[in-house]
C-alpha cells in the first residue's frame, strides 16, 4: 500500500478509535458470520437481530402491526409497489430527519422508489462495505476506481470522494478509447488501485487489454463486478489480465450489500446484516431444494423503513448439499430481475445463465436478447452484418429457446444503457408490451 493511502487508513481508523470504536466492531462481526455463518454463536446472534426488527416493525409502524414479532413467516411478503401504496405506513416515526438517508432507485424496471435508512443502517451499511471489500483484497485508504453513472445521489462532493479515495469513472460513452485511457492512468499512477463497476464497463476494460493496452496487472488489487451478472468471458479475462478472481457483489440501492461471491459463480450471503428468503414464482411458500425462485430479504438494521420480506425482483436459487439439505448462506445463482426472464417456446422461464453470451465471436461488440412475442425473439448486435455468423447465432439461440423459436438477428449501432449506466443483455419486451 502506498504512502497516501496507508495515511489515509491510519486516519480513518484513528477516527474510528476516537469515536469508541463501534464501526470496526461491526466490521469484525460481519467478517466473522460471512466466514462462518453456521456456528451456533452466528445463528443465536442472527436470532436476536431478527427478533429485534421484528417486534421494532410490529410496534412501530401501522403496516407490521398486526403481525406476529415471533414469527417472520407472519408477516407479508412485500414490494416496491406495497412501500408506494402505503407509504407512510410502512415507516417508523420519530427518528429526527438529520438521522435520515434518503436513497433513490428506478431499478431495471423504472419504477421509481425511495428507500429512507437511518443512522445505524448507515454505518451498518459501511461496515458491510469495508468487510466484504477486504476479501476482494482491497482495504480502506487505497484508490478505488468506481466504474459506473455518476449522476445525482451517487456523485458526491470531490472532497468526500477525496478522502474516500474514490476516483469516478464515468461509464456513459465508454469505449475502447477512453477504456485505454483509464488503463493508461492507472500505469501512470503507479501505486495499488481497486476496481469496481458494472460487469459491461470492466468487459471494456478487459476488451481494451484483449487489444493490447498496456498490462496493469501488477497495480490492481482487487476487481469487483457490481449490478450485473459477469458474463463467462469477463469470469475468464479478468484472471488473465489483472492476475486475482473477479469477484461479484449482489447488491441493490435501497437495502445495500446482500451477498458476494469470491472468485465462483456462487454467492455467500451477507446473512449478519439479512435473512433471505427463496420464494416460489406464484406464491410465498419456500421454493424447493435448488429450485429457483424469488429473492425475498429481511434487512436486520434499518429501523426508519422496516424491510421485512421484501420481494427484491430478483430471481435465484439456494445451494443444496448431498443430503438434499437447504444452505441458507449460498446462493448458487442470482438469475436476474424477474421481469428480464425470458420464456422459451413452450412457456418455460429460460435461467439468463444459459443463454448464449456470444464472447466467441470477436466482432461482436454488444448483443441484447429481447422477446417480443411468445415464441418470437430479437437478437440486436452491435456488430457489421455476417450472414454465416448471424446464421450462426441465430441456431445457438434456438438451441436454447426451442428449435421453433422465431429468431431474428437485428444489426444496431449500440445497445443503450438504462439511466443507471447499466446494460441489460436481456429484455422481455412482450411482458413490458402487456403491462401497458
Known sequence: MSAPALVRRHAFWALDRARGG???????????????????????????????????????????????????????????????????????????????????????????????WDDVKARRNQADAIALARRAGYEVGMPLLYLRAWRGQYGGGALQRWARAVVPVEVLGLDEARARAVLAGIRRGGRPVALLGYGSALAELCRALDAGAPAVDDLVSAVVAVGEAPTEYLRAAVPRHFGRPLVARYSNTENGLIAQGDGSTAYRVNVASYVVEVLRRGSDEPAAPGETGRIVLTDLFNRAMPFIRYDTGDLGSFAVDENGAVDDAVLVTVAGRVLDVVTDTRGRPVNPMATPELESYADVRQFQLAQTGPGRYEVRLNARPDGGRDSRIREEFRGVLGRDADVRVVHVDGVPLLDSGKRRMIVNEWHAESRR
Open 22 to 116: 463501534s464501526l470496526a466492531r461491526s466490521v469484525a462481526d460481519v467478517e466473522a458470520q460471512f466466514a462462518a455463518p453456521h456456528t451456533p454463536a452466528a445463528r443465536a446472534a442472527r436470532r436476536a437481530r431478527l427478533s429485534r426488527i421484528l417486534h421494532h416493525a410490529a410496534r412501530t409502524t401501522r403496516f407490521h402491526a398486526a403481525h406476529d414479532p415471533a414469527e417472520l413467516a407472519s408477516f407479508p411478503v412485500v414490494d416496491k409497489a406495497t412501500y408506494r401504496e402505503h407509504g407512510a405506513a410502512m415507516r417508523s416515526p420519530g427518528l429526527p430527519d438529520r438521522q435520515l438517508h434518503r436513497h433513490r432507485t428506478s431499478g431495471s424496471t423504472g419504477t421509481p422508489f425511495e428507500a429512507v
